[in-house]
């Protein structure tokens, strides 16, 4: 069960905790009154009782607003978020090719990098697609990333270069890595850095007021939305929700 962790500008000090649903998908809807001038010890407060109320219910993971400023207490009261790692992953061909078109650059004209600390099976998947459209792949991936690499250039007769002396367009990071390119996507961590590009849904509007990135891996991870129906925006998108 998920949880949705919000605060409403409104009179009371009720923490109102209801079942609800979000795009199909059952939850349980924390909402947590705020007035302006609160102090932030009452704010606290205030969640934590319907953080734990939320656990109380069988919540193990919440969503909130983007940047929101007390997941501390959510946490100490046993709540995690969405995970993004798995979704971003999911998403490395997308985003490869959406940098190129900012950069005004044809795939079949670029290089992109993939790096990790060995061939996981989200770098292999990123690697067997972009590997026919792109010029040049790179693969940084030690022992396991040359196998990958004679295997690509076995199955699709394409350029597979070595990590070194070859400026990647676009690198794609599937682990820590140092990796440098023109975009880069760090897309490892419980924070993946996705270089300003959005994930978004054709033809979908989103509930206003989460973070979008976690929504939409719980989704993905729910089977409510599939990779042909998901599209990368460029930087500075303005999006409706």
Avoid: H, Y
Avoid at 134 to 144: K, P, Q, S, T, Y
């Amino acid at each position: 069960m998920v949880g949705i962790m919000e605060w409403k500008a409104e009179k009371g000090r009720r923490v109102r905790v209801e079942r609800d649903w979000l795009l199909g998908l059952p939850c349980q809807r924390a909402t947590v009154p705020v007035r302006e001038g609160m102090r932030e010890g009452t704010r606290l407060r205030r969640v934590a009782r319907g953080a734990r109320e939320l656990v109380r219910r069988g919540v193990r993971r919440v969503l909130t607003q983007a940047e929101f400023p007390c997941w501390e207490a959510l946490e100490e009261a046993g709540l995690r978020s969405v995970e993004t790692e798995a979704f971003c992953q999911m998403l490395a061909p997308a985003l490869a090719l959406a940098a190129l078109r900012c950069q005004d650059r044809r795939p079949e004209q670029a290089a992109v990098l993939l790096s990790g600390t060995g061939v996981s099976p989200a770098l292999f998947r990123a690697a067997e697609q972009l590997c026919p459209q792109v010029r040049d792949l790179v693969v940084d991936a030690g022992e396991e990333g040359e196998e990958l690499a004679a295997w690509l250039r076995a199955e699709f007769g394409a350029a597979v270069r070595p990590p070194d002396g070859v400026e990647a367009d676009v690198a794609l990071c599937f682990g820590p890595s140092p990796a440098a390119g023109e975009t880069v996507f760090r897309l490892c961590g419980p924070t993946p850095d996705l270089a300003g590009f959005l994930p978004a849904v054709r033809g979908e509007m989103l509930p206003a007021g989460l973070d979008r990135l976690p929504l939409l891996a719980l989704l993905w991870e729910e089977g409510r939305i599939g990779q042909e129906q998901l599209n990368v925006l460029p930087p500075n998108t303005k999006l409706l929700t």
